[in-house]
């Protein structure tokens, strides 16, 4: 099983390792020819409006809709998930508009540019270290999503069918639990059946 790492900017290697932690194999995306031959994708932590330009200059906005549209999962962290999102508050444009979520962009402001917490995330049994940089969070989710973690009353992780999205960043620590349910999520699509 194959998931691919969106890799035009962000944290693409730290993805990588935590992927083959979770005891799937991962793979630097660069090229749209290469979502044929992956399983999921992961759009990592970065700066959103440099990863949505570089996105429509290398023709992957509609060719991650199409691998969406195929059911193929979806994991979005920090920027990532802004870029998987349908609304992006105060903005006109989303990226991919995929999920239906509305994000905040730096919702946790400049004095909290980043910090740790220990969060409990639904599916997952014991307490995630969770980093949160410059982190955006989701202002309101569709009927459709489930809300799998809040921090301070806030949501930071959530799921929609086969759309995953984190406001930290799951791939800096080496808890890759995040990654295992994420893979799980893959195996579960390819019709393979969770573990
Ligand atoms: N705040 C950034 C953005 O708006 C995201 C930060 C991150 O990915 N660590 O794109």
Same mark, same amino acid.
């Given at each position: 099983?194959?998931?691919?790492? =969106?890799?035009?900017?962000?944290?693409?290697?730290?993805?990588?390792? #935590?992927?083959?932690?979770?005891?799937?194999?991962?793979?630097?995306? %660069?090229?749209?020819?290469?979502?044929?031959?992956?399983?999921?994708?992961?759009?990592?932590?970065?700066?959103?409006?440099?990863?949505? %330009?570089?996105?429509? %200059?290398?023709?992957?906005?509609?060719?991650?809709?199409?691998?969406?549209?195929?059911?193929?999962?979806?994991?979005?962290?920090?920027?990532?998930?802004?870029?998987?999102?349908?609304?992006?508050?105060?903005?006109?444009?989303?990226?991919?508009?995929?999920?239906?979520?509305?994000?905040?962009?730096?919702?946790?402001?400049?004095?909290?540019?980043?910090?740790?917490?220990?969060?409990?995330?639904?599916?997952?049994?014991?307490?995630?270290?969770?980093?949160?940089?410059?982190?955006?969070?989701?202002?309101?989710?569709? #009927?459709?999503?489930?809300?799998?973690?809040?921090?301070?009353?806030?949501?930071?992780?959530?799921?929609?069918?086969?759309?995953?999205?984190? #406001?930290?960043?799951?791939?800096?620590?080496?808890?890759?639990?995040?990654?295992?349910?994420?893979?799980?999520?893959?195996?579960?699509?390819?019709? =393979?059946? #969770? %573990?």
């Amino acid at each position: 099983m194959k998931i691919g790492v =969106l890799a035009l900017q962000g944290a693409v290697a730290e993805h990588i390792r #935590s992927i083959g932690l979770a005891g799937a194999e991962g793979v630097a995306v %660069k090229r749209t020819e290469q979502l044929d031959e992956i399983d999921g994708l992961i759009i990592p932590g970065g700066e959103s409006t440099t990863i949505g %330009k570089l996105m429509r %200059k290398y023709d992957f906005i509609d060719a991650i809709r199409k691998f969406s549209e195929e059911k193929k999962p979806i994991f979005g962290t920090c920027a990532g998930l802004i870029v998987l999102a349908k609304e992006i508050a105060g903005q006109e444009e989303a990226h991919l508009g995929l999920m239906d979520i509305t994000v905040n962009r730096n919702a946790f402001g400049r004095q909290r540019e980043s910090f740790e917490a220990d969060l409990d995330i639904a599916g997952i049994e014991e307490p995630v270290r969770a980093v949160f940089i410059r982190a955006p969070l989701i202002q309101k989710v569709g #009927s459709d999503v489930d809300v799998l973690a809040e921090y301070n009353g806030e949501i930071v992780t959530a799921r929609e069918e086969h759309l995953l999205a984190s #406001s930290f960043h799951p791939e800096l620590t080496d808890d890759y639990r995040l990654h295992q349910y994420f893979a799980d999520m893959v195996r579960e699509y390819k019709g =393979l059946g #969770s %573990k």
